[in-house]
């Protein structure tokens, strides 16, 4: 089994719409990102949680929400969603008791287009 | 703002060659080093990681790194044609920082 799933995998929202996309990770990880990746812009960090209790925004956070619902889960909301949103989001994780604490590992992302 | 520079290719390198990709960036403080490979459309998965100046060697692959010059590399021996995607550089966004500052990645072709 993956260690970081991401639901869903592929979304067509329109405009308006508020949509919800979730990670979850069985890695026993504290901290969790969300970026947003588009062609020629790179990975851009809208969002990261270092635990339950602490939310920071990222570059990019305008127009977008999160949660931390539980230490394993971390979703990103967009509450009203626009076609400048259109992209491919992914959530990683960093953390735990072995090997490098700041290394990041990625779920496989969700292709989200806003019509 | 902190930047990271990397060439976005397309690198084209023929099959067996070594491929050498490279990665400036602007924040002093940064203290880790990451190499991400990520093929088209799919996540990007680590490579290399490297926290002290000099080189480390893991397989085909080779990072280095020169704090003073801010500039880490990627060296890829007997170069695959599985190797070709794009390779993302990821600084620590300042010192006791977990956040990474990715480049745009530089794209490489294998050819066979």
């Known amino acids: 089994d993956a260690d970081v799933t991401q639901t869903p995998r592929n979304r067509i929202t329109k405009t308006g719409k508020r949509i919800m996309l979730e990670c979850s990770q069985t890695?026993?990880?504290?901290?969790m990102y969300w970026y947003r990746q588009d062609p020629g812009l790179g990975l851009r960090l809208i969002y990261y949680s270092f635990d339950v209790k602490d939310i920071n925004k990222g570059e990019i956070s305008d127009g977008y929400s999160v949660s931390r619902q539980a230490q394993a889960k971390f979703s990103l909301s967009l509450e009203s969603a626009i076609p400048n949103q259109t992209a491919l989001y992914f959530c990683?994780?960093?953390?735990?008791?072995?090997?490098?604490?700041?290394?990041?590992?990625f779920g496989p992302g969700t292709r989200l287009t806003v019509l | 703002q902190k930047e990271v520079e990397q060439n976005s290719g397309p690198l084209s390198v023929p099959e067996g060659a070594i491929a050498s990709l490279n990665c400036t960036y602007s924040?002093?403080?940064?203290?880790?080093f990451f190499w991400y490979r990520q093929y088209s459309g799919k996540s990007p998965e680590l490579i290399m990681s490297i926290y002290s100046n000099g080189d480390k060697e893991d397989g085909r692959f080779t990072a280095q790194l020169n704090k003073a010059s801010q500039y880490v590399s990627l060296l890829i021996r007997d170069s695959q044609p599985s190797d070709s995607a794009t390779y993302l550089c990821a600084p620590t966004s300042g010192a006791g920082s977990y956040q990474l500052t990715f480049g745009k990645g530089t794209k490489l072709s294998v050819i066979p």
């Open positions: 990683a994780t960093s953390g735990g008791t072995s090997g490098s604490p700041d290394t990041q590992y």
């Open positions: 890695k026993g990880h504290d901290r």
């Open positions: 924040d002093r403080g940064s203290q880790s």
